[in-house]
């Protein structure tokens, strides 16, 4: 990890001490399901650094366009004026395809198998505003993004596997808005930023939107809808990785505060 995400990581985690005159913390735990689906192109070259991977569409090469349901949890920390969140989901999904270029070692028009595990971890850190039952807050936050795609051809003979690793934390600006009624609380975060990150240049589009119901105080149902698109081209060792990916779909669960 690049110094510069690891002052990020520090800065994140020290920021809480640095208001020890709010009165208040308020503590929200959420968990659910989440059904999401991922569309775009993926491209990779072995033995191919700095050389562009040829993108190909993940629902027709790979088959793995499919929606699919997950586990979804969330955490956050109102300290007054700041407040901290994270959100974590995991995506798994197969499929089969075939092949309109080279992946890896692989040829094109190539049938295959494929198989795709995708871990999303969000931290926020934003200032809020409050006007009236509305706030608006901004700061900054951390998408970190584990994918790996693994390919294999249908080959009984000479069976070929080629997996795309790509683990990438994103640095993010981020700003909030939110409406907090008594029984009822509406809220959009939108995050972005554009950067080199070790090798690897990087856009990404963050947004999430979430509704929650307050049947009593101290409890909650929600339900949020989250759209994430990544812009991701760069060398990793010796191979070459390219994925212009959009991540959608909702959320619902429940949540208690403390």
Partial sequence: ???SNRRLFLLLALLPAAFPACTSLDVTAQAGYAQMSLSGEVGYSRGASGTEAPKQDIDSAFGIGNSEGSPYGGAAVDFGVPILTISAFALKTTGAGTLSDGFGGIPAATPVSSALDLLDIKTTYVFEVPIGPFSIASGVGLDYLDVK????????????????DLSLPVPLGCVRGELDLEWLNVLAEVGYMSAALEGVEAQIVDV????????ARWAHLFLGYRWLA???????DTDYVAADIALRGFMLGGGFEF
Avoid at 152 to 161: A, K, Q, T
Avoid at 208 to 215: D, L, W
């Fill in 230 to 236: 990544l812009d991701v081209k760069g060398s990793l």
């Fill in 208 to 215: 999430e939107a979430m509704v929650m119901f307050r049947p």
């Fill in 149 to 164: 795609l693994r390919v294999s051809n249908l080959d009984p003979v000479v069976p070929e596997v080629q997996t795309a």
């Fill in 1 to 3: 990890m690049k110094a």
